[in-house]
């Protein structure tokens, strides 16, 4: 459908904005704005003065975009000029169209962030939905909210991308903040963590921040995974949760995987970490998927029939956070068109939905979420050595590479600095035959993948 004109495409917006709002207020912001121009996927609108400019762009942006989008996959960015509709705009950047749409959901998501205590208000131990794939790691977080220190000391709780570990983490903090609000509370994400402590280091800060640390009550360190194979950081880590563990203040932490298999980590730490209580959340279940999405609807500003929300609970189930995004998106473009929900049009977004989010990767995505994954630099995977902890990643990523990518052997051999293709199919071969038999293997490839098509 791109090969409508700028005026028709504007047309159909307005007639899609005129439906969801009153005739007076669709007057007041959309008379005499037009598309004045639309390149290379930035389309730029023009409006009559600031204050319209200002309200457009805050109050309906997304809904615009959505519909633009909707018309042409190509959108990325929309401008707001006020008069003058065609003084050309200077190159700004252009937006990739997976960050403007994050944007976009970061924009939506940000208002509900304490900007305080950054945590995220909606997330509370009330609002999470309890099923046999998490009730434990509940359990545990209840308990430990109401007994800081005192009953499961660390709280590690482990589980895939989406799953509800960060949800579960802010629950128990902001349960806690409600009941005694003056205890000391730091949540903080650990690739955060380690970003401070680095300038730390570098600014000779280091003593300041180890106090901050020190002074709480309970420290929540979310997604410790990425805690990397960096002795000084560890090192910091491990001192500050020696201090606070003596003193018998409350730590909670999150990973993706159990402490055992967190191979970029000390012993002394992993063994820190199974010493209190470790709790793990799965994959929901159909009903529980359902009680989720009843859940998240009661906030939306429409409501959609059972047989809409059995039919989302059924076809999606690999995690809740993709689950909830199918929801906003269908619940978004409903909104949008002002249409009563049918079954037929949700069978369609879900479908466009679902083949989104298993776009394609790239070599150099894997690459690096391998990296990452194993705590390795990409010179070191790069690198002729033979040692194990650099073998195995190597070879994973030539499995991924063939197996993600249908690279050929020599392109994998190439791009894995100058490897052999005999050595390609050799790694290739030997983790195929590996894979069936052994589980910890398995689970690491499921993981890697896990993080390479969700960019948790
Ligand atoms: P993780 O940190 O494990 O990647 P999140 O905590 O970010 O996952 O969860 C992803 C989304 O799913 C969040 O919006 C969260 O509110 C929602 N979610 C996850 N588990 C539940 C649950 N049990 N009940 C309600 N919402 C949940
Ligand atoms: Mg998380």
Avoid at 82 to 88: L, R, S
Avoid at 102 to 125: C, F, G, M
Avoid at 210 to 232: G, H, P, R, T, W
Wanted: hydrophobic share 40%; net charge positive; aromatic share 8%.
């Amino acid at each position: 459908m791109t090969n409508l004109t700028n005026e028709e495409i504007w047309k159909t917006v307005l007639s899609e904005m005129e439906m969801s709002l009153s005739k007076a207020s669709f007057i007041t912001w959309f008379k005499d704005t037009r598309i004045v121009s639309k390149e290379n996927g930035q389309i730029v609108i023009s409006v009559p003065n600031g204050f319209v400019k200002e309200w457009v762009q805050n109050k309906f942006n997304k809904r615009i975009f959505l519909c633009l989008k909707q018309m042409d996959e190509n959108i990325r960015e929309i401008n707001y000029v006020v008069g003058n509709p065609f003084i050309k705009l200077p190159d700004s950047k252009i937006l990739t169209k997976e960050i403007q749409l994050e944007q976009i959901q970061e924009i939506s998501v940000d208002a509900d962030i304490d900007p305080k205590t950054n945590l995220n208000r909606k997330y509370t131990l009330d609002s999470f939905v309890v099923g046999t794939s998490n009730e434990l790691a509940y359990a545990a977080s209840f308990a430990v909210a109401k007994n800081l220190g005192k009953v499961y000391n660390p709280l590690f709780v482990y589980g895939g991308v989406g799953l509800g570990k960060t949800h579960l983490l802010q629950g128990i903090a902001n349960k806690i903040l409600k009941e005694s609000p003056d205890k000391k509370i730091l949540y903080i994400p650990t690739e955060k963590m380690v970003s401070e402590l680095i300038e730390g280091i570098k600014n000779k800060t280091i003593e300041d921040i180890k106090m901050k640390y020190a002074q709480k009550d309970v420290l929540i360190v979310d997604d410790i995974q990425f805690l990397a194979a960096k002795e000084s950081t560890q090192d910091i880590f491990f001192a500050t949760f020696n201090n606070l563990y003596n003193r018998n203040k409350q730590i909670i932490l999150s990973s993706d995987r159990p402490p055992k298999a967190l191979s970029a980590m000390e012993e002394r730490l992993k063994s820190r970490f199974e010493g209190g209580m470790i709790a793990d959340v799965g994959i929901p279940d159909y009903e529980m998927r359902l009680a989720i999405l009843k859940t998240k609807m009661r906030d939306k500003p429409i409501s959609l029939p059972d047989e809409i929300l059995q039919y989302i609970a059924t076809n999606i189930q690999k995690n809740i956070r993709e689950l909830e995004g199918a929801l906003n998106r269908i619940v978004a473009v409903i909104d949008l068109t002002g249409r009563e929900p049918n079954l037929r049009d949700v069978e369609k977004l879900l479908k466009a939905y679902i083949q989104a989010s298993y776009r394609k990767t790239s070599a150099q995505t894997i690459i690096k979420t391998v990296c990452d994954f194993y705590g390795i630099s990409l010179n070191e995977l790069l690198k002729k050595s033979r040692k194990t902890f650099l073998v195995k990643p190597r070879q994973i990523a030539m499995y991924l590479l063939r197996e993600d990518t249908k690279s050929s052997f020599p392109d994998i051999g190439s791009r894995l600095g100058g490897k052999d293709h005999s050595t390609v199919i050799h790694a290739y071969r030997k983790i195929i035959e590996e894979v069936d038999s052994n589980e910890n293997l398995k689970q690491e490839i499921n993981l890697i993948r896990e993080r390479i098509y969700n960019k948790a």
